[in-house]
């Protein structure tokens, strides 16, 4: 159960179409930049060998540990992390670089900020500004 005795729902969409081409290597490490319920990354598992890797990666604490019950069945490694924007922010503070954090947001899925812009406003502006944000900035720090 989760905070508010509120139960994690996750619901996999597209999952069979999603897997079907992705697992080539049952050997291999396969990243998941958007863990939720890991409806996805325990698909995957189920066809890795145990020599296999699921690295697991969610900013959602309750996703986590829905994740972590999911997935502890599986024969192949799994390890998840809790990461957000907010703890990009923090690395660009602590090493005053920038361009950690366009190698961070290469990671960590746009979309996740463009909802939680979304979410924190209600209005659908400030995450396409945001969007238009991380463009220019992108295109700054590459064309120098």
Same mark, same amino acid.
């Given at each position: 159960? $989760? &905070? @508010?005795?509120?139960?994690?729902?996750?619901?996999?969409?597209?999952? *069979?179409?999603?897997?079907? !081409?992705?697992?080539?290597?049952?050997?291999?490490?396969?990243?998941?930049?958007?863990?939720? $319920? &890991? @409806?996805?990354?325990?698909?995957?598992?189920?066809?890795?060998?145990? *020599?296999?890797?699921?690295? !697991?990666?969610?900013?959602?604490?309750?996703?986590?540990?829905?994740?972590?019950?999911?997935?502890?069945?599986?024969?192949c490694r799994v390890d998840i992390v809790l990461f957000?924007?907010?703890?990009?922010?923090?690395?660009?503070?602590?090493?005053?670089?920038?361009?950690?954090?366009?190698?961070?947001?290469?990671?960590v899925p746009v979309s996740a900020a463009l909802t939680?812009?979304?979410?924190?406003?209600?209005?659908?502006?400030?995450?396409?500004?945001?969007?238009?944000?991380?463009?220019?900035?992108?295109?700054?720090?590459?064309?120098?």
């Amino acid at each position: 159960m $989760g &905070a @508010g005795n509120v139960e994690f729902h996750h619901i996999s969409v597209m999952l *069979e179409e999603t897997v079907k !081409g992705l697992v080539t290597n049952k050997e291999g490490i396969y990243v998941d930049c958007t863990l939720g $319920g &890991a @409806g996805h990354s325990h698909r995957i598992a189920e066809l890795l060998s145990p *020599e296999g890797r699921i690295i !697991g990666i969610d900013q959602d604490e309750e996703a986590i540990e829905a994740a972590k019950e999911r997935l502890k069945d599986v024969k192949c490694r799994v390890d998840i992390v809790l990461f957000s924007l907010y703890h990009v922010w923090q690395y660009v503070l602590v090493y005053q670089d920038p361009k950690l954090l366009l190698s961070a947001l290469a990671y960590v899925p746009v979309s996740a900020a463009l909802t939680f812009c979304y979410e924190q406003t209600r209005s659908i502006w400030p995450p396409v500004f945001f969007h238009m944000c991380i463009n220019a900035l992108s295109l700054t720090v590459l064309t120098g």
